[in-house]
């Protein structure tokens, strides 16, 4: 599998991003797929989930904030980031949900600043 994060950027509080995720290497459609996201210091964490069905969850800090969406025509995963905080700065990793694969991207940089 391959995983490639994108659309990330430095962005006042406030502002808004969206990430995408290009997978190759799997069968996409029929993947759970995430968002994840790591802060310096953190353990990377689950941001929010998309299923093979279109049924989404998120991690409470990011309620009515963020979206998630996938292209299967695309086998692409996206992140609608809206009114950002500076929490929000961490790299943001796409992978399978739940129980990832072992190989990551490299992750995209959200920057938020105050």
């Known amino acids: 599998v391959q995983l490639v994060e994108s659309g990330g950027g430095l962005v006042q509080a406030g502002g808004s991003l969206r990430l995408s995720c290009a997978a190759s290497?799997?069968?996409?459609?029929?993947?759970?797929m995430g968002w994840y996201r790591q802060a310096p210091g953190k353990t990377r964490e689950l941001v929010e989930y998309?299923?093979?069905?279109?049924?989404?969850g998120y991690a409470d800090s990011v309620k009515g904030r963020f979206t998630i969406s996938r292209d299967n025509a695309k086998n692409t995963v996206y992140l609608q980031m809206d009114s950002l905080k500076p929490e929000d700065t961490a790299v943001y990793y796409c992978?399978?949900?739940?129980?990832?694969?072992?190989?990551w991207g490299q992750g995209t940089q959200v920057t938020v600043s105050s």
């Open positions: 992978n399978k949900w739940p129980n990832p694969w072992t190989s």
């Open positions: 290497g799997i069968i996409f459609s029929i993947n759970h």
């Open positions: 998309i299923t093979s069905g279109g049924n989404t």
